[in-house]
């Protein structure tokens, strides 16, 4: 007689009740001695509202932002040209010392915009950063920054020019040389066959110029005047549980962790969108449309960015609209930093288990209005492969990510999903991040909007093909070690 072996719950091991043990014992640890307890408490008081500014009575070492995707397709998807993509982050960053008062600020991080820069910074004092959130138990959020406003339904732009702060060459110059490093790693570790050399400084080659970095410096700077509107009764905000809070599931309830992830909405179209550049003499230098575009909201919030992460975000797909697909992968230390930083010092050899790779990643299939989660907190969700390729002939870099969870629809049955997202290296913007290292906002990412994707879900037992899809406006971040996080997730599949 034959057994059916019984799927083993992920994670494999250590077993729940020993991570649980050392979770509480982690938690303990943040409470006597941590150095933020303010921190942990707005994050056991807003568990249930992840959407919603964090930040009150938190003094340093703390940062929340929120990030809104907005993109329109003008013609035939086959032709970039005709596709015009952005983002814009609004946030708020407190260094970790209380007397740095010039660390601290709020920012506004246009990128995708119309005239001939692509990305801009806008800095504001932290007494210009208003929370304007009415009812304490409402999902929905609106914060104010100057004139400008940022809410779950709309957006108002009105960012003067004496907010504009230039990144300086010097800044992006050391950014890009990590970049092209990280590049490079990338090339040679690649699975594929054997990468054939490439010149010395090839990837540098691919991204702006020392030269051009100077000539932008010293560019006049700009003002921007824009207006959103995406009304709430048209999102697709993901469902929620109390076991389930958020796009974190029950990790939600862990509150020291060093970064945190929410979503506001996988869908939307825009009813209403306009923004325009402006010279000092507040003459429109470029304005952009986006009437009739897509979005997509979400928002992060912490001590500080991971150091180590893949993200990726797509919701125009050609053969099911209305559809979307979310995946992050990051180095987390799941102990909380000020822990792991002990366990570091204290018991070196036990470092390697204090950082972990922690996901997150969902397909909402919109025709059977079908949210299928592959997330690291899925009971029997699994990642089967994780890679990033170089092809230095198409000057283009690929993510590909292959996973299996239960089907939602039918619990005996398994689906798989299957995605590669690809850009072109050297064109996405570079973005100012919290680093922990720095303790500083630090010019750290190259995020792409303008990314391909393709994707798959199928039943695993069937064969039978759920999905077969392109997306485009793909969003992309690749930063750190990837490799890392390659060779941390094997013991899993």
């Known amino acids: 007689m034959t057994t059916t072996k019984k799927p083993t719950p992920y994670p494999r091991s250590p077993c729940l009740a020993l991570t649980a043990l050392v979770l509480l014992s982690a938690l303990f640890?943040?409470?006597?001695?941590?150095?933020?307890?303010?921190?942990?408490w707005s994050n056991t008081k807003n568990v249930n509202r992840p959407i919603q500014y964090h930040g009150h009575g938190i003094n340093s070492n703390f940062f929340e932002g929120w990030y809104f995707k907005l993109v329109k397709d003008n013609g035939s998807p086959s032709l970039p040209q005709n596709l015009h993509a952005m983002a814009i982050i609004v946030g708020i960053y407190r260094p970790t010392s209380e007397s740095d008062q010039n660390g601290a600020h709020a920012f506004v991080i246009p990128l995708g915009l119309p005239g001939p820069e692509k990305v801009a910074y806008y800095r504001f004092s932290t007494d210009e950063f208003t929370d304007l959130a009415s009812n304490v138990l409402s999902q929905d959020f609106r914060v104010q920054l100057g004139n400008s406003l940022f809410a779950h339904d709309e957006i108002?732009?009105?960012?003067?020019?004496?907010k504009f702060d230039r990144i300086p060459?010097?800044?992006?110059e050391s950014f890009y040389a990590v970049a092209s490093s990280e590049y490079e790693t990338q090339y040679q570790d690649s699975e594929t066959s054997q990468p054939r050399k490439v010149p010395s400084g090839f990837f540098r080659d691919l991204f702006p110029s020392s030269d051009q970095l100077k000539v932008q410096e010293a560019q006049q700077p700009f003002a921007i005047k824009g207006h959103f509107r995406f009304p709430g009764k048209t999102q697709t905000p993901l469902p929620t549980s109390p076991l389930v809070p958020s796009i974190m599931g029950f990790i939600q309830y862990i509150p020291f962790l060093e970064c945190n992830h929410g979503v506001s909405s996988l869908y939307h179209p825009i009813q209403e969108g306009r923004i325009s550049t402006l010279d000092n003499k507040n003459t429109i230098l470029a304005t952009a449309i986006f009437d009739g575009g897509i979005g997509y909201t979400e928002k992060d919030w912490g001590i500080n960015f991971p150091s180590t992460w893949v993200w990726t975000?797509?919701?125009?797909?050609?053969?099911v609209p209305g559809s979307s697909m979310l995946?992050?992968?990051?180095?987390?230390?799941?102990?909380?930093?000020?822990?792991?930083?002990?366990?570091?010092?204290?018991?070196?050899?036990?470092?390697?288990?204090?950082?972990?790779?922690?996901?997150?990643?969902?397909?909402?299939?919109?025709?059977?209005?079908?949210?299928?989660?592959?997330?690291?907190?899925?009971a029997f969700a699994r990642i089967k492969h994780v890679g990033v390729t170089l092809n230095v002939d198409q000057r283009s870099q690929t993510l590909s990510v292959r996973a299996t969870t239960i089907d939602p629809t039918n619990i005996f049955e398994r689906v798989s999903l299957e995605f590669n997202v690809t850009r072109e290296i050297g064109t996405g913007a570079p973005l100012r991040a919290p680093s922990r290292a720095k303790g500083a906002m630090v010019t750290a990412v190259e995020e792409t909007i303008l990314g391909h994707t393709s994707i798959k879900l199928w039943r695993v037992r069937s064969g039978e093909v759920i999905v077969e899809d392109e997306g485009i406006g793909s969003g992309l971040e690749i930063v750190g070690?990837?490799?890392?996080?390659?060779?941390?997730?094997?013991p899993w599949f």
Do not use: C
């Open 327 to 378: 995946f992050s992968l990051a180095s987390i230390p799941v102990l909380g930093p000020d822990a792991t930083d002990w366990v570091k010092a204290k018991i070196p050899f036990a470092a390697p288990l204090a950082n972990v790779p922690g996901r997150l990643m969902v397909y909402y299939h919109a025709t059977t209005k079908t949210l299928y989660n592959f997330s690291s907190y899925m």
């Open 156 to 162: 108002v732009l009105d960012l003067p020019i004496d």
């Open 313 to 319: 975000q797509t919701n125009i797909f050609k053969n």
């Open 169 to 172: 060459a010097e800044e992006l």
């Open 481 to 490: 070690d990837i490799r890392w996080l390659e060779k941390r997730l094997k």
């Open 29 to 40: 640890f943040q409470w006597a001695f941590g150095t933020n307890k303010d921190y942990l």
